[in-house]
C-alpha cells in the first residue's frame, strides 16, 4: 500500500504515526473481508512500523515479516533540519541523500541503483515527506508492553552487512513484539528483497505458510 503523502495515497495535517497504524488496519480488515481469512502483512525500513503498528490494532493478521525496522534510528544533530532545507529548495536528491546514504541506510552503491530504478521518479516525489518521518524515527521509544497486542508470529529479516546502528533496531523490535524470531541474511545488507528477491520471497513464503 502507498503511504501517506506517497504515490497514489493522499496526505491530512497534522502528521502522527498512529494514523499510519490505523491505516495499515483498515486495509488489512478491508483485504481480510474481501478474501474471507486473515492475511500476511510485510514491511520494510520505515514501513516496518506502520505494519507493527497496523498489526497491534487487527487480528486479522496470520504472521507478520519485517525487513529492519528504522524505528529508532539515531540522527546527528542537525540532520533532519538539513533534509528539511533541501526538501524546501526542491533538491530533492539531496534530501534523499542525507536520509539514506548520510546514516548509513544506503551505500552509495545502493543510493546509484535507487536512482536508477523504476521507483525512483516515486520516491522524489514523496520527498516532502522525510524530514517529519526521520523525526519519528529518531525520536521513537519502543515503550513496554506498546506492542504486546501482536497475536501473529513474527519474523524479523535482517542483513549481516547492514549498520550496525540500523541492525540494532531491528534487535530492539524483536524484544518488543511476542512471539518474534529473527533471521539474519548472510552477505546482505538493507535491501536484499531488491539485490536477492528470489531469495527473500523463498523465505516470507516457507514462513508464512507453516
Known amino acids: 500500500m502507498d503511504r501517506r503523502g506517497s504515490g497514489a495515497s493522499g496526505d491530512t495535517a497534522p ?20 478474501t474471507g481469512g486473515p492475511v500476511a502483512l510485510w514491511g ?17 493478521v496470520h504472521h507478520l515479516v519485517l525487513y529492519e525496522p528504522s524505528f529508532g534510528l539515531t540522527y546527528r544533530p542537525g540532520a533532519i533540519d538539513a533534509i528539511g532545507r533541501a526538501v524546501a529548495a526542491g533538491d530533492a536528491e539531496r534530501a534523499i541523500r542525507a536520509a539514506f546514504v548520510d ?38 521509544v519502543y515503550q513496554p508492553g506498546h506492542l504486546d497486542a501482536i497475536s501473529a508470529p513474527t519474523l524479523l529479516l535482517t542483513g549481516s552487512d ?40 523463498a523465505i516470507i513464503l516457507d514462513f508464512i505458510t507453516t
Not at 502528521?15 to 474481501?34: H, L, P
Not at 530504478?117 to 521513537?140: F, I, M, Y
Not at 546502528?165 to 536484499?192: K, M, V, W, Y
Open 15 to 34: 502528521y502522527a504515526i498512529k494514523r499510519e497504524f490505523e491505516d495499515v488496519a483498515a486495509v488489512v480488515e478491508a483485504v481480510a473481508a474481501r
Open 162 to 201: 547492514t549498520d550496525p546502528e540500523l541492525a540494532s533496531c531491528t534487535q530492539q523490535a524483536a524484544a518488543a513484539i511476542p512471539n518474534a524470531q529473527i533471521r539474519t541474511l548472510d552477505g546482505h545488507g538493507h535491501f536484499a528483497y531488491k539485490t536477492d528477491p528470489a531469495m527473500v520471497a
Open 103 to 140: 546514516t548509513g541506510v544506503m551505500t552509495e552503491e545502493d543510493f546509484e541503483a535507487f536512482k536508477a530504478s523504476p521507483r525512483w521518479p516515486n520516491v522524489v516525489a514523496s520527498a516532502p515527506t522525510l524530514p517529519r518521518e526521520c523525526r519519528v524515527e529518531n525520536d521513537w
Open 44 to 60: 520494510h525500513s520505515y514501513g516496518c512500523t506502520p505494519a507493527m503498528g497496523g498489526a497491534a490494532l487487527s487480528a486479522n
